[in-house]
């Protein structure tokens, strides 16, 4: 009896936080059609499965995925490393994906628990993987021709890419800056993992000596010299635009600051790999070539 009114309470809290939406969506996702209920907590599946038509039956997704913008009309259920189980089992999904990056460990297990099924699908390192994982969500939704059409796509503007890489002479310094300052420090993309393909794809060479994810203060900002800064969308914004993330202390004596080098992109593109990679490495090539 304990544990059946513990349920219910905790539901009905969840209900009550999840409802809101992250831009004030009040539609319940009680409210969506169909028999499949699924709730995704990848940022890179809620795109595919948009991709190949089957968006429809998504009823909840983590805060980063904010593509396509479809996708940021969904109940959230809390970001892929910090979610709550409770949101996830309000929406009552039928089924729960994501891509093995989802913390924490505690939310798996009260969603094995009251019975809800999870599926992991690959991890995708490169173009091939890449290839592999939208093939096998297209067919599992009846849109292998989808899979096929991006996969070429994905094809032919890495091919294009490649080709405008032979005519560029100069190999800039980048920064990727992903959440902007936090505790005077700088949060950013190191020489190791997808984003540092994409900037080797185009034409770059990564400033952060370092591997993965790291702070980094105000004095190694200045020390790496970066000759563009690229600024993911959340931190960026959260400065209040380009004249104020200009000033920010370490940046202000960069040379892409002093060159007004600096640009915001939208950190989805950069942080994994889909049918817009090629697409995305080109408009990089645009920008941090540009003089």
């Known amino acids: 009896m304990k544990k059946t009114l513990g349920i219910c309470l905790i539901l009905l809290v969840t209900a009550l936080i999840t409802s809101c939406g992250r831009f004030a969506n009040k539609e319940s996702a009680t409210t969506k059609n169909g028999k499949e209920r699924i709730v995704c907590v990848s940022k890179q599946l809620t795109e595919f499965m948009f991709a190949v038509g089957a968006g429809d039956k998504l009823v909840g997704v983590d805060l980063s ?26 929406l009552n999904p039928t089924l729960v994906i994501h891509n093995g990056g989802i913390a924490p460990e505690s939310v798996i297990t009260q969603l094995e628990k009251v019975g809800i099924p999870m599926k992991v699908y690959m991890g995708t390192p490169n173009i091939d993987s890449c290839k592999v994982l939208m093939m096998q969500i297209a067919r599992e939704y009846n849109n292998e021709a989808k899979g096929i059409e ?18 560029y002479t100069d190999r800039p310094k980048v920064l990727i800056i992903h959440y ?20 080797t794809w185009a034409g770059g060479v990564n400033a952060a000596d370092t591997s993965g994810f790291r702070n980094l203060s105000a004095e190694v900002i200045v020390r790496s010299q970066p000759d563009v ?63």
């Open 229 to 291: 800064i690229l600024a993911t969308d959340f931190g960026f914004d959260r400065t209040g635009g380009e004249e104020h993330f200009v000033e920010l202390p370490g940046i202000n004596l960069t040379p892409a600051a002093k060159n007004h080098r600096i640009y915001r992109i939208e950190e989805h593109d950069l942080v994994y790999l889909g049918p817009r990679t090629g697409e995305n490495v080109i408009k990089y090539q645009e920008l941090i070539h540009k003089k």
């Open 150 to 167: 991006m996969c070429n796509k994905l094809d032919a503007d890495m091919k294009t890419a490649a080709e405008n890489l032979k005519k």
């Open 65 to 90: 995925s904010t593509y396509p913008p479809e996708a940021q009309k969904l109940v959230t259920v809390g970001y892929h490393r910090m979610l709550s189980a409770e949101g996830i089992i309000s």
């Open 180 to 199: 902007g300052r936090q505790m005077n420090n700088y949060f950013v993309m190191g020489n190791r993992g997808t984003a540092n393909d994409m900037l």
